[in-house]
């Protein structure tokens, strides 16, 4: 698990978007970070956890050769 301190007026989906490159995490990010589920803007030093996930290689019967 990945720890990222906040800057000020950072907010949580800004900071899920730009670590995972969408917002699909964004549930269980957050149930990892129930203090900060209240919060609109992160404060300076506020702690996120953000977890490492497995990539699922993605098989939609399309190949190249």
């Known amino acids: 698990m990945v720890r990222y301190i906040a800057k000020e007026g950072e907010r949580l989906d800004v900071i ?3 670590y995972y490159g969408s917002l699909t995490a964004f549930e269980e990010v957050l149930g990892k ?10 404060n300076l030093g506020d702690i996120v956890y953000l977890p490492r996930f497995k990539q699922t290689p993605i ?3 399309i190949s190249l050769w």
């Open 16 to 18: 899920i978007y730009a």
């Open 33 to 42: 970070n129930i203090h900060l589920a209240n919060k609109v803007e992160l």
């Open 59 to 61: 098989n939609n019967g």
